[in-house]
């Protein structure tokens, strides 16, 4: 399997919500998106006013991606088709947005969901300073290595 990865193109977009609507934690519809103010249209203007998205390919095909809010210092989204999960994808997609967070940035956020994996995941993965946001969301940090 040949696995690779690069910044989003706006060719890319149907692809990315086919990911995000196809995982099992953190499952979002369209419509649940949509009332998020989260669609096609928004993703599209923030790939075209900076480096923000990065896919990961098998056979052209996306199999998960990456997104940050660069102004704001966040990780906004990191999700793989769950039949490609554990081969690394995740990680070289959250590492490639950190790499640009931190461009600008001492210290990246996200959140999510305290009880998940994807919270084992980016613990995993050096994150920290948790803080609990609400009953269920967890804030994390990390800071750019010297």
Same mark, same amino acid.
């Given at each position: *399997?040949? @696995?690779?990865? =690069?910044?989003?193109?706006?060719?890319?977009?149907?692809?990315?919500?086919?990911?995000?609507?196809?995982?099992?934690?953190?499952?979002?519809? =369209?419509?649940?998106?949509?009332? *998020?103010?989260?669609?096609?249209?928004?993703?599209?203007? %923030?790939?075209?006013?900076?480096?923000?998205?990065?896919?990961?390919?098998?056979?052209?095909?996306?199999?998960?991606?990456? *997104? @940050?809010?660069?102004?704001?210092?966040?990780?906004?989204?990191?999700?793989?088709?769950?039949?490609?999960?554990?081969?690394? @994808?995740?990680?070289? %997609?959250?590492?490639?947005?950190?790499?640009?967070?931190? !461009?600008?940035?001492?210290?990246?956020?996200?959140? #999510?969901?305290?009880?998940?994996?994807?919270?084992?995941?980016?613990?995993? %993965?050096?994150?920290?300073?948790? !803080?609990?946001?609400?009953? #269920?969301?967890?804030?994390?940090? !990390?800071?750019?290595?010297?």
């Amino acid at each position: *399997m040949n @696995i690779s990865t =690069r910044s989003a193109l706006l060719s890319d977009i149907d692809s990315i919500f086919d990911v995000i609507t196809s995982v099992i934690e953190n499952h979002l519809s =369209r419509e649940e998106m949509q009332q *998020m103010g989260i669609n096609e249209s928004v993703v599209a203007d %923030l790939i075209q006013q900076s480096r923000c998205a990065w896919v990961a390919t098998v056979n052209d095909n996306v199999v998960g991606f990456s *997104m @940050i809010l660069p102004d704001e210092g966040c990780l906004f989204a990191a999700f793989v088709l769950p039949e490609y999960e554990g081969k690394g @994808i995740g990680r070289s %997609l959250v590492e490639l947005a950190e790499h640009e967070l931190f !461009k600008h940035h001492e210290i990246a956020w996200l959140e #999510t969901d305290k009880n998940s994996r994807a919270a084992r995941f980016y613990l995993q %993965l050096g994150w920290g300073n948790k !803080k609990v946001i609400n009953g #269920t969301d967890i804030r994390l940090e !990390k800071c750019r290595s010297v």
